[in-house]
Nanobody
Framework: QVQLVESGGEMVQAGGSLRLSCVAS????????MGWFRQAPGKEREFVAG????????YYADSVKGRFIISRDNAKNTVTLRMDSLKPEDTAVYYC?????????????????WGQGTQVTVSS
């Protein structure tokens, strides 16, 4: 069993930066690919960024490529999403997800565990 707890979401002005963190419980964190999804009101959940369980490979949605960076620290059971040059369209609830032995990209259906979500609001 893995529990995921996100933090770091808040309101920020367009062009600003945020860092989201997701801390996982359990001893098998290094066996999970980790990803960040987001869901805006009235929209489907979108895969934003992912990192393989080895940490060697990352994936970014086109909408965030060049602005977001995902990283992981297996010693601290933590995955981080650094978000720069934020835009109003980045406004959403951001969810951390884990996929056992997954690659850098995975779907919501493939996710084994989810965090509770953290709200990011970008004002124009």
């Amino acid at each position: 069993q893995v529990q995921l707890v996100e933090s770091g979401g808040e309101m920020v002005q367009a062009g600003g930066s945020l860092r989201l963190s997701c801390v996982a419980s359990g001893r098998t964190f290094s066996s999970y690919a980790m990803g960040w999804f987001r869901q805006a009101p009235g929209k489907e959940r979108e895969f934003v960024a992912g990192i393989s369980y080895t940490g060697r490979n990352t994936y970014y949605a086109d909408s965030v490529k060049g602005r977001f960076i995902i990283s992981r620290d297996n010693a601290k059971n933590t995955v981080t999403l650094r978000m720069d040059s934020l835009k109003p369209e980045d406004t959403a609830v951001y969810y951390c997800a884990a996929h056992l032995y997954g690659s850098k990209r995975f779907t919501a259906d493939e996710s084994d565990y989810w965090g509770q979500g953290t709200q990011v609001t970008v004002s124009s």
